[in-house]
């Protein structure tokens, strides 16, 4: 396929050591520093993959949504390269969007807190307040990162569950052409528009094809 909505998920859990490549029944949530940005594909801990996030030559990425657990100051950042996405007014860093505005799950709970032995959630559930728009656009030959992070400790006698989640569309080789023509349109890069060019270029195709028959009739 050329064309295809992907996500990934993850979170604080692995079977051994402080990462895994597969979720297993078996996993447990593994201490995750404050405020460090781990990147979520291959920042080492919990489920990773073997190599970064990035597109190759005749690819073109939407990243179009983007969460993380709410509780413990949890925060979820876009870094294209070596440029964050979300940035302060005067062009300083800043940790992204907080789980509270883009919760994962949506319906999480705010917070958590560690009663005797156990976690005690809190009993409020949030809705999403943030939208990624516009989405944010990885070109061909771009490396990108999903950077999640906390500013609260974990505590040391049980470790909190956290989790990120990214939501993108990948674009590759025919339809990754034509993203790029319509970024240089203007034009909003979806598979609807992407559909609609198409169809264009066969309707724009189909008429040269007649026009000489018609002029010879």
């Not at 970024?183 to 309707?203: A, C, F, H, Q």
Request: hydrophobic share 35%; glycine share 8%; aromatic share 10%.
């Amino acid at each position: 396929m050329s064309m295809r909505s992907q996500v990934y998920e993850w979170s604080n859990l692995a079977s051994s050591g402080n990462s895994t490549l597969r979720r297993t029944t078996s996993d447990v949530p593994v201490t995750i520093p404050k405020d460090r940005e781990i990147d979520i594909f291959i920042g080492g801990y919990g489920n990773n993959i073997t190599k970064p996030a990035e597109t190759t030559a005749t690819q073109f990425i939407v990243i179009e949504d983007i969460a993380c657990s709410p509780w413990l100051g949890g925060s979820v950042q876009i870094r294209i390269n070596t440029t964050d996405y979300f940035q302060n007014p005067d062009v300083t860093r800043q940790r992204g969007i907080p789980g509270l505005a883009s919760p994962y799950p949506r319906g999480s709970p705010s917070s958590v807190a560690v009663a005797g032995t156990a976690l005690d959630y809190s009993v409020d559930n949030l809705l999403k307040s943030f939208d990624l728009y516009p989405d944010v656009y990885v070109l061909p030959g771009q490396v990108f990162q999903i950077l999640y992070s906390i500013n609260t400790a974990m505590n040391g006698t049980t470790t909190e569950v956290v989790a990120a989640f990214v939501k993108y569309t990948l674009y590759d080789g025919p339809d990754a052409l034509i993203a790029n023509k319509l970024l240089e349109l203007g034009v909003t890069i979806n598979p609807n528009n992407v559909d609609w060019y198409k169809r264009s270029l066969i309707e724009q195709q189909t008429r040269a094809a007649m026009a000489p028959a018609n002029g010879g009739a």
